[in-house]
């Protein structure tokens, strides 16, 4: 299958900072990818999609101003949590999918840990 | 996108085969059935995914009832390392379609 590489696997932070986690499709060129968190114990959450080029789509309940999305190219999606607080800790999962109509691949995720 | 429903666990013996099911009662004509892995700690794996035929790849088999309204994941000859949570999600095609997570099973491959 097609590689998803997320960066960085593990990240600690200070409360109030902030953290930028990359996603990147290293062999295809994805046109949609997607944002998921997931809390222990518990099934993965979609948090947004974002499309090349435009902005990102986000599910109800996640605050946009909080979760910054870009997706400036058709290899590279970023996540940054603003002023990070400690119910933000998670495991951050992104996925990328070549187009509509073919499977979508996983990174291995970012466990996010704030304190 | 439809809702689907599984089984929370699963047990099975290594080397044996491991039938996982799913209930997709409301799918739609053009909505796919995907099936993930994801061992823990990691991202999910895609296993594979179907419309209404029966697929078959390296990993596994994705058996389709003609209806439609349930499938059926079998791994052939499961081994320990096969012991994970297994969501089986169903989606649309084009641009808008969304991977939504369930509880998914898990299964626990047992020497």
């Known amino acids: 299958g097609a590689v998803v590489s997320q960066h960085p696997s593990w990240v600690i932070c200070k409360s109030g900072t902030s953290v930028k986690i990359e996603c990147r499709s290293l062999d295809f060129q994805a046109t949609t990818m997607f944002w998921y968190r997931q809390f222990p114990k518990q099934s993965l959450m979609l948090m947004a999609t974002?499309?090349?080029?435009?902005?990102?789509?986000?599910e109800q309940g996640v605050e946009k101003d909080k979760f910054l999305i870009n997706h400036a190219s058709l290899t590279l999606s970023t996540l940054t949590v603003t002023s990070a607080h400690p119910e933000d800790s998670s495991f951050y999962i992104c996925s990328a999918r070549r187009d509509g109509n073919t499977e979508a691949f996983f990174g291995q995720g970012t466990r996010l840990t704030v304190v | 996108d439809a809702k689907t429903t599984q089984p929370p666990s699963m047990d099975c013996a290594e080397g044996r085969a491991a039938n996982l099911p799913c209930n997709h009662s409301t799918i739609s004509g053009n909505e796919y059935v995907y099936w993930y892995r994801q061992i823990h700690s990691q991202g999910p794996q895609y296993i594979i995914h179907?419309?209404?035929n029966n697929e078959t790849n390296e990993m596994a088999s994705l058996i389709i009832t003609e209806d439609r309204k349930s499938s059926t994941l079998i791994l052939p000859h499961a081994t320990l390392r096969d012991t994970a949570v297994y969501y089986c999600?169903?989606?649309?095609?084009?641009?808008?379609?969304?991977?939504?997570f369930g509880q998914g099973t898990t299964l626990q491959v047992k020497p």
């Open positions: 179907g419309l209404k």
């Open positions: 974002s499309n090349e080029g435009s902005k990102a789509t986000y």
């Open positions: 999600i169903v989606r649309g095609s084009g641009n808008t379609g969304k991977l939504i």
